[in-house]
Nanobody
Framework: QVQLVESGGGSVQTGGSLRLSCAGSGDSASARCMAWFRQAPGKEREGVAT???????TYADSVKGRFTISKDDANNTLYLQMNSLKPDDSAMYFC???????????????????WGQGTQVIVSS
């Protein structure tokens, strides 16, 4: 089992920055492909960024160039640096993990068995 706990959410103005953290515990060796998802009220959960076992990253078009996913392996912590935030970025953000080393079909929530509880991000105009 893998336990994931997100933190770092908050309220910022348009153009601001936040850094989300996702602390992993338990059988962290099973968290090889990791990802960030977000879900706004009334909308489906959407993939934001993925990071595979080898450090390869992908980003949704909507956040490319503004968000950066990274991982501190020593501390089993996944990060999402979010810059130039927009009101459309407002959502509950979740980190997710799965056993595979590569994140094929990485933006499909059903591919991830492990989820955190989420952290809220609000961007005001």
């Amino acid at each position: 089992q893998v336990q994931l706990v997100e933190s770092g959410g908050g309220s910022v103005q348009t153009g601001g920055s936040l850094r989300l953290s996702c602390a992993g515990s338990g059988d962290s060796a099973s968290a090889r492909c990791m990802a960030w998802f977000r879900q706004a009220p009334g909308k489906e959960r959407e993939g934001v960024a993925t990071r595979d076992w080898y450090g390869g990253a992908t980003y949704a078009d909507s956040v490319k160039g503004r968000f950066t996913i990274s991982k501190d392996d020593a501390n089993n912590t996944l990060y999402l640096q979010m810059n130039s935030l927009k009101p459309d970025d407002s959502a509950m953000y979740f980190c997710a993990a799965r056993l595979e080393r590569f994140c094929s079909d990485g933006y499909s929530p059903t591919r991830y068995p492990y989820w955190g509880q989420g952290t809220q991000v609000i961007v005001s105009s």
